[in-house]
């Protein structure tokens, strides 16, 4: 049974810096590209950050770009999602997911954690 769990959420200032992990069970982890995806209140869910099944192909979104990098460590099946200059409009819901190739698109992944809450207060 595929398991994606994140972990790592919480309350920071704006200016601060997280990181967020994803756990990766049940499933091939070097055979899946991963993305981080995030849903503010109220909003739809957009994406965040993708990279490759070998991490060595990485995509951001605009807002974030030079503010969070994405990471993956074989060895512990895990995705990182590393945030620094945080912001309020940083604040949502951080979902993990999995899929065969990377993708804006979450339709495209085929498995999903849970989430994890970020908020960034001013």
């Known amino acids: 049974q595929v398991q994606l769990v994140e972990s790592g959420g919480g309350l920071v200032q704006a200016g601060d810096s997280l990181r967020l992990s994803c756990a990766a069970s049940g499933l091939t982890f070097n055979s899946y590209a991963m993305a981080w995806f995030r849903q503010a209140t109220g909003k739809e869910r957009e994406f965040v950050a993708a990279?490759?099944?070998?991490?060595?192909?990485?995509s951001y979104a605009e807002p974030v770009k030079g503010r969070f990098t994405i990471s993956r460590d074989s060895a512990k099946s895990t995705t990182f999602l590393q945030m620094n200059s945080l912001e309020r409009e940083d604040t949502a819901v951080y979902y993990c997911a999995a899929g065969l190739i990377p993708s804006t698109h979450a339709p495209s992944y085929n498995y999903w954690g849970q989430g994890t809450q970020v908020a960034v207060s001013s």
């Open positions: 990279i490759s099944w070998s991490g060595g192909s990485t």
